[in-house]
């Protein structure tokens, strides 16, 4: 099977990763890929906005599969694009991934269908909007509705925080059209859980119970970033919690999407609050999420591309999924000032020293070679330095020991990944 992966980042070098390892794949193409992707697949450097220039790709070099790693081109519809040259992707159709690319949508859909959701207002009009804030007891959460690359949700702690973000959304368009409709919810406490199945319109799997790390400083402080790191399984999380998951968010999503004729196929990840005994559902996203994908596909025993294909094919009730019976855990390495302006010039020096390492790999985010064949920091996000142990705490000191040896200039990681693992014994 000739496959190609679309995107450039440490999900898509996992994914590339796992496929390149299946008896079914042939040939490997990632566009456009980056410096740690291009060591396992032929990465080709095409504007994957555009689609004639994927779909002439695709007739040249025979693609029999395409795998979409990153949301925008899922919720601009590539994947109905696909079908109608009759090339099978994975990933939703469009009227699907509204999931992701309308939050306003999503907050609608969750009160018709009874699905556990934060309380919440919708505005489109800055002085209602205005006006609403200041009715209010803080801390709020504030939310851009449309795409914003994780970077559009703000946590609220006064109206002068309040009005400002409101201001630069909705007067600014600091996030451009995203923010021209946002979401004013309530703040929950409770710890963050992201439960990642696949679907295939009528069956789903749930994968491995994974936890985020979205601020960019330690102890969750300072703006949201597209993740600084992840870990799963999460070692406190019962049994019954899963399947409370399953019965109030995934099963009545699933439902529910095929009777408003939007049904899903690819992978539903649900972002969680579970607050006591409670689950919420923050958000949804319509692919895996990057750092969670790394440990997952890292602890991953069965085929990845027979998977992908059976849930495309509509075949996941005959497909059962190994997992190694480990923790792991990524720490995503950053070029400081992230993910504000930073300088991406650095050259990346002892990778080499993981090749020797068991149970530890590195995972390419923004990454490219310089004129010397170097692979330099090119990106905000640049390294998921992953590690697995059968006990968390030493697969967590692994991950530590590698991203300690890794060196570039402005070179930034948070210390504490997994620090919240405690918190739910």
């Not at 040939?27 to 906005?49: S, T, V, Y």
């Not at 200041?134 to 449309?146: C, D, E, F, R, T």
């Not at 495309?312 to 923790?327: G, Q």
Request: charged share 25%; glycine share 8%.
């Amino acid at each position: 099977m000739r496959v190609l992966v679309l995107g450039s980042g440490g999900r898509e070098h996992a994914l590339c990763w796992a496929i390149s390892k299946s008896t079914l794949c042939k040939k490997l193409f990632c566009a456009p890929g980056n410096a740690g992707i291009k060591e396992i697949a032929e990465c080709k450097n095409l504007n994957i906005k555009n689609f004639n220039s994927i779909k002439n790709f695709i007739k040249k070099e025979k693609i029999n599969f395409v795998v979409v790693g990153p949301e925008e081109p899922l919720v601009n519809g590539i994947v109905d694009k696909l079908n109608k040259i009759k090339v099978k992707a994975f990933g939703p159709n469009k009227r699907a991934a509204i999931l992701e690319s309308s939050k306003s949508f999503t907050k609608d859909f969750c009160k018709r269908n009874n699905i556990p959701t934060a309380s919440y207002k919708k505005f489109k009009n800055f002085t209602k909007a205005e006006n609403y804030i200041n009715k209010l007891n803080y801390p709020i959460v504030i939310k851009a509705s449309g795409l914003a690359g994780g970077k559009g949700v703000f946590i609220i702690k006064n109206k002068a925080e309040a009005r400002k973000t409101l201001i630069n959304l909705m007067i600014k368009k600091e996030i451009g059209h995203s923010g021209k409709e946002v979401i004013v919810e309530d703040y929950l406490i409770g710890e963050e859980i992201s439960c990642l199945a696949l679907v295939d319109g009528k069956n789903y799997i749930p994968l491995l119970l994974s936890q985020d790390h979205k601020k960019i400083y330690e102890n969750d402080k300072g703006p949201n970033t597209g993740g600084m790191g992840a870990y799963c399984p999460l070692p406190y999380i019962k049994r019954n919690i899963q399947d409370q998951i399953n019965k109030e968010i995934i099963e009545p999503t699933i439902r529910a999407m095929n009777k408003e004729n939007r049904m899903f196929n690819g992978i539903l990840y649900a972002g969680l609050m579970l607050v006591g005994k409670k689950i919420y559902l923050i958000e949804f996203n319509v692919r895996f999420g990057d750092p969670e994908c790394q440990p997952l596909i890292f602890l991953l025993k069965s085929d990845l591309l027979k998977i992908l294909i059976n849930c495309t094919n509509k075949k996941l009730s005959k497909t059962k999924i190994k997992w190694k019976r480990e923790y792991a855990l990524s720490v995503v390495m950053v070029n400081k000032g992230y993910p504000g302006k930073y300088k991406n010039i650095g050259v990346i020096k002892n990778l080499n020293l993981v090749a020797k390492k068991r149970n530890v790999k590195v995972f390419h985010s923004g990454t490219s070679l310089n004129n010397k064949n170097d692979i330099i920091a090119s990106g905000g996000r640049v390294l998921s330095v992953t590690a697995s142990d059968k006990n968390f705490n030493v697969a967590k000191k692994n991950a530590y020991q590698i991203v300690k040896k890794i060196k570039w200039q402005n070179s930034f990681f948070r210390r504490d990944i997994g620090f919240r693992a405690k918190k739910m014994k």
